[in-house]
T-cell receptor
Framework: EAQVTQNPRYLITVTGKKLTVTCSQNMNHEYMSWYRQDPGLGLRQIYY???????DKGDVPEGYKVSRKEKRNFPLILESPSPNQTSLYFC????????????FGQGTRLTVV | GNSVTQMEGPVTLSEEAFLTINCTYT??????LFWYVQYPGEGLQLLLKATKADDKGSNKGFEATYRKETTSFHLEKGSVQVSDSAVYFC???????????FGGGTRLMVKP
């Protein structure tokens, strides 16, 4: 089954404790991206990757890192999480670019206390 | 700058009512436009898209027409069902097509 898999689905952590949210897709898509969803703000793009070893900042990259060592994986890293990073996070992948249909994971709800 | 503005929800309708969710955008040029839908507890799914002016995207009874004169891409459906209850997001391509910019989302609630 074609899908985008995020882990974990839920996470509660403390300020400053490094964490990684994993994202994997099995569709051989070139383009992958991370969003955060906050009430009233819709989805805002954090980082995106056009292909392996190519990553770029989105609209809200501060406090986040990503890597794209393999085509299928695109982990999101919070080196020192803060409470303002409490949010619902979505990973998505598309065949070639942001203009082709995006397939989203089920989301990761992160709470930083 | 680039932005997408949607009508605030929630929009509450009875089954078989007519639906309109307004969406306007500001952008350089004429970017591709999209509607995505998010059902409870799930990620977003592409509902429909239009890639140039006057194009009409359609899917599952939903339609939206790319109007460059009014920079709008309003979503319509002639007869909604309870199963259409979801959050709907309007979006357009930005950054030379490398990113999607989303609106704030509009929650639709359809009552039997």
């Amino acid at each position: 089954e074609a899908q985008v898999t995020q882990n974990p689905r839920y996470l509660i952590t403390v300020t400053g404790k490094k964490l990684t949210v994993t994202c994997s897709q099995n569709m051989n898509h070139e383009y992958m991206s991370w969003y955060r969803q906050d009430p009233g703000l819709g989805l805002r793009q954090i980082y995106y990757s056009m292909n392996v070893e190519v990553t770029d900042k989105g609209d809200v990259p501060e406090g986040y890192k990503v890597s794209r060592k393999e085509k299928r994986n695109f982990p999101l890293i919070l080196e020192s999480p803060s409470p303002n990073q409490t949010s619902l996070y979505f990973c998505a992948s598309s065949l070639h670019s942001a203009g082709t249909e995006a397939f989203f994971g089920q989301g990761t709800r992160l709470t930083v206390v | 700058g680039n932005s997408v503005t949607q009508m605030e929800g929630p929009v509450t309708l009875s089954e078989e009512a007519f639906l309109t969710i307004n969406c306007t955008y500001t952008a350089t040029g004429y970017p591709s436009l999209f509607w995505y839908v998010q059902y409870p507890g799930e990620g977003l799914q592409l509902l429909l898209k239009a890639t140039k002016a006057d194009d009409k995207g359609s899917n599952k009874g939903f339609e939206a027409t790319y109007r460059k004169e009014t920079t709008s891409f309003h979503l319509e459906k002639g007869s909604v069902q309870v199963s259409d209850s979801a959050v709907y997001f309007c979006a357009h391509l930005t950054n030379a097509g490398n990113m999607l910019t989303f609106g704030g989302g509009t929650r639709l609630m359809v009552k039997p």
